[in-house]
């Protein structure tokens, strides 16, 4: 199955380098593998093979290859200088693909500039909408829920399997990851927020509380969390507000990348599937389009709360509720599209019998709604 971003990639790269970033093992360097069939000549070089090593700083790489992919060569000193040179001495058929994990989306921000000269994707966990034309969209929503979104748990099938792969796949995190980006003696701590973390799942963040039940500092915990969600393995959503400033200061929701380490029941792992869902579409079009489209949740101070809400060039485009099976159109969802009577409003039900609307919200399948997406 081609992953959802091989033909714009294509077509991108014939214009400029290509960075593709995104959680560890979402498919990155399968999908760069991959792509080699729609060129004749590629070489594919791994900055953690030794071999591989010596042919990067040479640049000794074959001079009719159309295609170089440079993986993990962000783990390479003076990386960003040698792209740059690279790139700008490369002959015009050449085409270079960067890819890498956490690290390559944070060194990108920092230091020397490669401004002008690439493209970024961030590539996500299969979705409803990617699945779609290998399966029944119900089907792959309920699989989604229950295996999380990354290819080698999901395409397992197995419930064992999957928890297998978790396993090891959260213990190299910790142990790899964290550890490269903290001191040693900060690991227990991170550890127990993970877990926490995998319980609170679509409630809004105290870090006073989080900082009292850990023993830490607020800042402290708020720095481990901005660790995580580095490493692509949460992702926060804050409320909506036309103040950026006063949104930031907000609670944020935490969402975990993969639905399947979810803690807590199939509703909350479905609206974790969403999240998912949704912050993959929004990154889609901000990263083919352009698209100045955001992700936050809507609430009120006294406590009336829709679960996510789309904006585009910072006015609301969509409310959207999330129910297991309760078609009983939400409160709270009401409340908002009466207030704003020309934003979408959308009730998103598991396992709907009927699709209508009522009142200007449309209730549906929330399958059939996710395959609509664009990604």
Do not use: C
């Amino acid at each position: 199955m081609e992953r959802y971003i091989h033909d714009q990639v294509v077509k991108d790269l014939r214009k400029k380098m290509v960075f593709i970033t995104g959680p560890r093992q979402v498919g990155k360097t399968f999908f760069s593998k991959h792509l080699q069939s729609s060129y004749k000549n590629t070489v594919y070089l791994n900055n953690d093979d030794v071999a591989d090593i010596k042919i990067i700083r040479r640049r000794s790489w074959p001079l009719n290859a159309d295609l170089i992919i440079l993986d993990e060569i962000h783990k390479m000193n003076g990386w960003k200088s040698f792209l740059k040179g690279t790139f700008d001495t490369r002959s015009p058929s050449q085409s270079f693909l960067v890819t890498g994990s956490a690290r390559l989306d944070t060194f990108r921000q920092t230091g020397d500039s490669l401004a002008g000269r690439y493209f970024l994707y961030r590539l996500n966990p299969l979705s409803v909408k990617e699945l779609s034309a290998a399966m029944p969209p119900y089907e792959a929503l309920s699989a989604l829920n229950r295996l999380g979104g990354f290819p080698e748990p999901f395409l397992s099938a197995s419930d064992e399997e999957a928890s297998r792969w978790r396993r090891q796949y959260y213990t190299d995190l910790v142990r790899e990851d964290i550890m490269d980006f903290s001191r040693i003696s900060e690991i227990r701590v991170i550890r127990l927020l993970l877990e926490m973390l995998r319980k609170r799942v679509g409630s809004p963040l105290s870090f006073a509380s989080l900082a009292t039940d850990l023993q830490a500092a607020p800042n402290t915990i708020r720095k481990y969390v901005e660790i995580l969600e580095s490493l692509h393995i949460i992702f926060l959503i804050r409320p909506f507000h036309k103040n950026i400033a006063r949104s930031l200061l907000k609670e944020p929701k935490a969402y975990f990348y993969d639905s399947g380490y979810v803690d807590g029941d199939e509703g909350v792992r479905l609206e974790n599937t969403v999240a998912v869902s949704l912050l993959k579409h929004a990154q889609y079009m901000q990263d083919t389009k352009g698209a100045d489209i955001s992700l936050h949740y809507i609430r009120t101070k006294d406590g009336k709360e829709v679960d996510f809400s789309l904006a585009e060039n910072g006015s609301l485009t969509h409310f959207i509720e999330v129910k297991l099976s309760d078609t009983d159109i939400s409160r709270s969802l009401a409340y908002f599209k009466e207030r704003h009577k020309t934003v979408k409003a959308v009730q998103l039900v598991h396992n709907a019998r009927n699709e209508q609307e009522t009142g200007g919200i449309s209730i549906v399948r929330a399958a059939n709604w996710l395959r609509t997406l664009s990604a």
